[in-house]
């Protein structure tokens, strides 16, 4: 089979489609024939050299795809040959086949094309397991999401608004903004024109919006705590300005805030599989009804995965990007 291929740490033209061994599936597991896989932020990572794959996990790029269920372990007994189905992966999405543990498959929704369905599991495992598990978002509460116009931002929108809830968002442009407001956000913030703590503020009577979604880190903290309700969850699930920030921690205590952080890469098994039936059970009902549905901005053949991820750099997509195995 063909795989896409990280030769090096480095740019994007370290990406090389190459024929590899297929994988070997184990008695827990189902062998995928991939239909699309879903760019996400940590592929680049990975290539860059910062992001390795858990132990015992496929070495090629790619945290999610769609496609047809080729074979099956012994001990898996949901899932037959030939079900249209997308996963959950620990890396491998970037290639023609892809083994994965039967508990981080899901079928296709309805309503749902096989390719577009690759870009739905890691969002929606993300933004369930970090938004409403653990920061415990309720209706009526205000949601502030960075990078509105994403993959993870455009399906936060939808199902924070679906579940009952108010939703702001932050984005670098006016395209942006507008795609992010007919999704649905009820205040869209120009990040770069408009200070978001005072908007935000404005917007709440100074109270704050009770849980934000960042994938800015360092920079954004204090800002981040700022504009937080009394009894505000600040969930990080980012860092791409960087790791390290001063803090001034009076406000948490006045406030009663709290800061939580996760990744869903380096999970267990077991977790990611819990993650899933719940996304399965609370989730797949508001894309089947139509009320949430995948937003794609580009697709691209597997062997440009180098332009595909260079798009993704650029900053210039809404939503998703699919490479087409």
């Avoid at 291929?5 to 480095?10: H, K, L, W």
């Avoid at 040959?81 to 023609?96: H, N, P, Q, R």
């Avoid at 993959?151 to 929108?157: L, P, Y």
């Avoid at 770069?192 to 100074?206: H, L, N, Y």
Wanted: charged share 25%; glycine share 10%.
């Amino acid at each position: 089979m063909k795989a896409v291929v990280i030769t090096s740490p480095g740019d994007p033209e370290v990406l090389q489609l190459q024929e590899v061994e297929e994988p070997e599936i184990k008695d827990d597991e189902v062998l995928i024939k991939t239909e699309a896989a879903a760019l996400n932020r940590g592929d680049i990572y990975q290539r860059q050299g910062f992001y390795p794959p858990p132990e015992g996990a496929s070495t090629f790029p790619g945290l999610e795809c769609s496609g047809i269920i080729e074979a099956v372990g012994e001990n898996v007994s949901r899932w037959k040959v030939g079900d249209k189905v997308c996963a959950l992966l620990s890396g491998g999405g970037y290639a023609e086949k892809v083994a994965v543990p039967a508990g981080q498959v899901l079928p296709v929704p309805s309503g749902v094309s096989l390719s577009d369905a690759a870009s739905l599991p890691e969002v929606a495992c993300t933004v369930w397991s970090t938004v409403f598990t653990m920061s415990r978002l309720c209706p009526g509460e205000t949601l502030l999401i960075h990078g509105g116009s994403s993959g993870i931002g455009t399906f936060a929108i939808q199902i924070a608004k679906f579940k009952g809830a108010k939703v702001f968002v932050t984005a670098g442009d006016e395209r942006k903004l507008a795609f992010c407001n007919d999704l649905g956000a009820d205040l869209c913030i120009n990040y770069k024109t408009e200070d978001f703590v005072v908007r935000v503020k404005e917007e709440t009577e100074g109270k704050g919006v009770d849980v934000i979604l960042d994938c800015v880190g360092a920079a954004y903290l204090q800002r981040n705590l700022d504009c937080l309700n009394v009894d505000g969850r600040l969930f990080i699930i980012g860092s791409i300005s960087g790791f390290v920030a001063e803090l001034n921690i009076a406000a948490m205590f006045a406030k009663r805030l709290s800061i939580q952080a996760a990744a869903l890469r380096t999970r267990s098994v077991e977790e990611k599989a819990s993650i899933v039936k719940e996304v399965e059970k609370n989730v797949w009902p508001a894309i089947m009804s139509g009320k949430v549905k995948p937003v794609v901005h580009q697709r691209f053949p597997l062997g440009e995965a180098a332009e595909a991820q260079r798009l993704m750099e650029s900053g210039n997509h809404i939503g998703k990007i699919l490479l087409i195995a």
